[in-house]
């Protein structure tokens, strides 16, 4: 089953920024290249927190919930912000960073099939959220091995 036309173009329009760092990563141009790739962790960084609050809110919407969904809610912000620590003490950064991001933007899938599974989310849930976080998920590991 195909999203609702709104959500489906928003979520695919959410993939323009991280499109846009990689074509300035592999236009060559030296001078915008840390930049890109430092909005380009930011914003994997950003969506990862997103992807948590977003199970938070539907964890809160649901009769009963499982429990897991709390810490699965939380993990995320959690994740993105200690992706940021090799660069807070000087180690090399950003490709580890950018790679666990990528991992763990796909990985989210585990948590989204789960609660399709559960009769949480709408039944066209994962057709939005498969291409959207192997998207975002693979532009990401680009980015870390660019």
């Known amino acids: 089953m195909n999203p609702p036309l709104l959500p489906r173009w928003l979520g695919l329009a959410g993939l323009l920024p991280q499109i846009a760092a990689v074509a300035i990563v592999f ?34 919407a649901a009769e009963k919930p499982p429990e897991w969904l709390w810490v699965a ?14 660069w807070a ?14 991992i763990a933007l ?7 099939v789960q609660l399709a599974r559960g009769g ?3 039944r066209w849930w994962m057709s ?5 976080s192997l998207g ?3 532009l990401t590991l680009l980015l870390a091995f660019a």
Not at 33 to 60: D, P, Q, V
């Open 27 to 60: 236009s060559g141009d030296g001078a915008l290249r840390f930049s890109a790739l430092a909005l380009g962790y930011a914003y994997a960084a950003l969506i990862l927190s997103f992807l948590g609050g977003l199970w938070w809110g539907i964890g809160a």
């Open 73 to 86: 809610a939380i993990a995320p912000s959690l994740l993105a912000l200690g992706s940021a620590v090799p």
């Open 89 to 102: 003490i000087g180690e090399p950064w950003p490709a580890p960073s950018l790679a666990l991001l990528g």
């Open 106 to 112: 796909i990985g989210a899938l585990g948590i989204d």
């Open 120 to 122: 949480l989310t709408p």
């Open 128 to 132: 939005l959220r498969f291409p959207l």
């Open 136 to 138: 975002l998920g693979g």
